[in-house]
């Protein structure tokens, strides 16, 4: 009677990869909102100043819904949890943010940022159309 053990590992299936990636992506997409939002919370003042700064109004208010909005949509696509909805929210924030604050596109600075949030918008509906995948509180 022989034995044999199998040695090598198990070839990773398209499926698990492309779980992989997708858990990967949501993470790395979400960590710009999450830093983006607890430098908000530690810097109040700094930030109150640039909404102001932009001419928006109630900048206070203005503050305590991006905070809200970055940190708590970046800790729910990190987790896969209410994916497409949240993914739809970050991207349209995107977009607002990207028109309040980056639309002057003669500023080479501007331009830049302007268009980074427009990619990251176009990232977040990706997931909001092909959802977290199987990794996170949603699975699909």
Same mark, same amino acid.
């Given at each position: ?15 698990? *990869? ?14 710009? %909102?999450?830093?983006? +939002?607890?430098?908000? $919370? ?5 930030? $109150? +100043? ?15 819904? !991006?905070?809200? $909005?970055?940190? +708590? ?11 497409? @909805? ?15 604050? /980056? ?7 501007? %331009?830049? /940022?302007?268009?980074?949030? $427009?990619?990251? *918008?176009? +990232?977040?509906?990706?997931? !909001?159309? @092909? ?5 996170? @509180?949603?699975?699909?």
């Amino acid at each position: 009677m022989t034995t044999t053990t199998a040695t090598a590992a198990a070839p990773t299936s398209p499926a698990t *990869a492309q779980n992989l990636l997708a858990v990967t992506g949501r993470v790395l997409i979400a960590a710009i %909102f999450v830093m983006s +939002g607890l430098n908000k $919370i530690a810097n109040p003042a700094a930030t $109150i +100043g640039y909404i102001a700064s932009a001419g928006l109004p109630f900048a206070p208010a203005a503050l305590v819904a !991006a905070a809200l $909005i970055e940190v +708590g949509g970046g800790l729910a696509l990190i987790a896969g949890f209410r994916t497409r @909805f949240v993914a739809l929210m970050l991207a349209g924030f995107s977009v607002v943010a990207a028109l309040g604050f /980056h639309a002057n596109l003669a500023d080479q600075n501007q %331009f830049v /940022h302007f268009f980074k949030n $427009i990619a990251m *918008a176009g +990232g977040l509906l990706q997931v !909001a159309a @092909f959802g977290a995948g199987r990794i996170g @509180f949603d699975r699909r």
